[in-house]
């Protein structure tokens, strides 16, 4: 069954190609999922209002009533080795690319939450953090934006984390960073395109940016159709793939991008650690990691 989109901030059309037609994947009733006619993406359609989409996020990610509850606690426990594993990863990638001129490496986390991934940015910072030697030369100077004033305030009241309750496009033009992050980001954002635009202007030249969003060609979402976790999420405004991802970062402007298979990041151990790398190597993962970067000074635009 076929959808076309009225175009309106409920039924928006296709925010890589502009695309109003699509094919119904999912039809959940009060929304369903639609494959774009024109270049492949997923997406929801229609989306909760702004309002219904704010009721949700404090139901479900961000609230005093959850941090009251320990949940916040439960999901820093939980989730360590994953955000230690980006932290440990954005700085790999930083030390071969020779970012920050020999001194710290300036990283915005987009998207910041509660803050878990920039508390491993300062842990691997610190004189018994980093590398096997137990030091690091290029420590991460990491801070945050988040739209959630509550989430904020637990990370810089709880975590001690230089974090700023603001959106993107109110971000000074003036600031730039050698590294921009969002973890878990581009899917929940109204104009994933405009975003990748801004990070981009935000970045130092030579730049880079980790884009981790989940995957519509995950393996369990063709065991699972219509209730793969990613689907159920009213939050979950975009559904990527390899090829759509990696188009929406090339046409933002960014070059050299490419996807980070990489060991490791959960709680897996033994042959199940090796069935998740397999799975991100043939791209089946629950998640994408892309790499993207800016030219370099040295390099003229193209």
Not at 247 to 261: K, Q
Not at 263 to 275: D, K
Request: aromatic fraction near 8%; glycine fraction near 10%; include cysteine.
């Amino acid at each position: 069954m076929d959808f076309t989109a009225t175009g309106t901030a409920a039924e928006p059309l296709c925010p890589l190609c502009n695309t109003a037609a699509g094919r119904v994947c999912c039809d959940y009733g009060t929304t369903k999922i639609i494959r774009c006619h024109g270049c492949g993406l997923w997406r929801a359609c229609p989306r909760l209002s702004p309002p219904e989409l704010a009721a949700y996020y404090e139901q479900h990610y961000y609230s005093d009533e959850l941090q009251q509850a320990g949940q916040y606690d439960t999901w820093r426990r939980r989730h360590a080795d994953v955000w230690r594993t980006n932290a440990r990863l954005v700085l790999r990638e930083a030390r071969r690319r020779g970012l920050g001129h020999g001194g710290a490496v300036t990283v915005l986390d987009v998207g910041c939450g509660h803050g878990f991934f920039l508390e491993e940015c300062g842990a691997l910072s610190l004189p018994t953090g980093g590398d096997a030697r137990g030091t690091t030369s290029v420590p991460l100077v990491a801070r945050g934006i988040d739209t959630s004033p509550q989430a904020v305030k637990y990370a810089a009241e709880e975590l001690k984390l230089d974090v700023r309750a603001m959106p993107l496009d109110e971000l000074p033009a003036a600031e730039r960073y050698d590294v921009i992050t969002l973890w878990g980001v581009l899917e929940h954002v109204p104009q994933p395109l405009r975003t990748m635009e801004q990070v981009r202007a935000h970045l130092n030249p030579g730049g880079m940016t980790w884009v981790m969003t989940p995957n519509t060609n995950a393996l369990e979402r063709f065991l699972k159709g219509a209730q793969y976790f990613n689907f159920l999420n009213r939050s979950h405004l975009t559904h990527f793939h390899r090829g759509t991802l990696r188009a929406l970062l090339l046409r933002a402007g960014f070059t050299n991008v490419r996807r980070c298979i990489h060991w490791g990041g959960g709680s897996r151990r033994g042959p199940a650690a090796l069935a998740q790398y397999a799975a991100r190597w043939l791209c089946l993962g629950t998640e994408l990691r892309f790499i993207a970067e800016t030219e370099s000074a040295s390099v003229a635009p193209r």
